[in-house]
Nanobody, 125 residues
Framework: QVQLVESGGGLVQAGGSLRLSCATSGIISSININAMGWYRQAPGNQRELVARITSGGSINYADSVKGRFTISRENDKNTLYLQMQSLKPEDTAVYYC?????????????????WGQGTQVTVSS
């Protein structure tokens, strides 16, 4: 069973830093993890992309976090990180780790999307 487990959330003052981690387990070797990302959801809002990184190293960030957040990944461990600096109260949300996978079965590519349970980040003003 595939599991993504986030850690590193917490309460921090505005201007502070946090580092989120996402550890994966249960991914069988025939599944390729093509991309991993961080999403967040604040109360009353839709879940939104924060940052995403492909297995080839391509990265994209939400405009609201560019220059403040850094996503990184250990491909061999399928472990994902998000370094967050200069945090603002509007960054307060539950942060979710996501992984896109694919697997060839009988000549057909099957795609999978995996999500973690989320970790709360609260930034006080």
């Amino acid at each position: 069973q595939v599991q993504l487990v986030e850690s590193g959330g917490g309460l921090v003052q505005a201007g502070g830093s946090l580092r989120l981690s996402c550890a994966t387990s249960g991914i069988i070797s025939s599944i390729n993890i093509n991309a991993m990302g961080w999403y967040r959801q604040a109360p009353g809002n839709q879940r939104e992309l924060v940052a995403r990184i492909t297995s080839g190293g391509s990265i994209n960030y939400a405009d609201s976090v560019k220059g403040r957040f850094t996503i990184s990944r250990e491909n061999d461990k399928n472990t994902l990180y998000l370094q967050m600096q200069s945090l603002k109260p509007e960054d307060t949300a539950v942060y979710y780790c996501e992984a896109d996978g694919s697997q060839m079965i009988a000549g057909i590519t099957q795609q999978y999307w995996y999500w973690g349970q989320g970790t709360q980040v609260t930034v006080s003003s």
